[in-house]
């Protein structure tokens, strides 16, 4: 079926690495930008990082920006994130979402995973 | 950096109107979209484009965008609808912004 499933959270030391996937199916994977947004532990959403639907471009929320890293694989259909020196204000759960296209939901979440937690804490 | 400033709670009782806005310096040249995260899941896309309804939303859920202001309104407002609701945007380079959500209490 349609859907999005993210993997790769867990508890990381400050100053380590970790990379999130969100493995896709269902659907065109190679015809839907794709972004990550995260949600701390009793905050709100906030828009980390978006990737076109050919990798051509990226784009992230300037406190990640440096340190994050969106890419994708279109042969897999999988995204990534790839999250460097992580901080403990990185500390929240992990959403991938699809953006609609054009025709159908154009430039909307229409899509989302269930979320990877990510704890950053020594 | 741009902001989407939104009021932190609403409180309606079951069958009246809740309104819910969002305030940006950029959205009168940028759409709003509005998203619904009920409690423990992820957010459900509710309306796109300042005002249209994904199919499956009901009827009672409608937007408006006006100026600096984008407008959510639950006409005759469900107990179902308690929830988070946050607006969404770009700014003028195309990054994504969300703004601090609306606790809707429905009681």
């Known amino acids: 079926q349609v859907q999005l499933v993210e993997s790769g959270g867990g508890v990381v030391q400050p100053g380590r690495s970790l990379r999130l996937s969100c493995a896709a199916s269902g659907f065109t994977f190679n015809s839907h930008g794709m972004h990550w947004v995260r949600q701390g532990p009793g905050k709100g959403l906030e828009w980390v990082a978006v990737?076109?639907?050919?990798?051509?471009?990226?784009y992230y929320t300037d406190s990640v920006k440096g340190r994050f890293t969106i890419s994708r694989d279109n042969s897999k259909n999988t995204l990534y994130l790839q999250m460097n020196s992580l901080r403990a204000e990185d500390t929240a759960v992990y959403y991938c979402a699809r953006e609609g296209v054009a025709d159908q939901l154009p430039n909307a979440f229409d899509l989302w995973g269930q979320g990877t937690m990510v704890t950053v804490s020594s | 950096s741009y902001e989407l400033t939104q009021s932190p709670s609403v409180s309606v009782s079951p069958g009246q109107t809740a309104r819910i806005t969002c305030s940006g310096d950029?959205?009168?040249?940028?759409?709003a979209y509005w998203y619904q995260q009920r409690s423990g899941q992820a957010p459900v896309l509710v309306i796109y484009e300042d005002s249209k309804r994904p199919s499956g939303i009901p009827e009672r859920f409608s937007a408006s965008s006006s100026g600096t202001m984008a407008t959510l309104t639950i006409s005759g407002a469900q107990v179902e609808d308690e929830a988070d609701y946050y607006c969404y945007s770009t700014d003028r380079s195309g990054k994504g912004v969300f703004g601090g959500g609306t606790k809707l209490t429905v009681l």
């Open positions: 990737i076109w639907y050919d990798g051509s471009n990226q």
């Open positions: 950029a959205l009168p040249k940028k759409y």
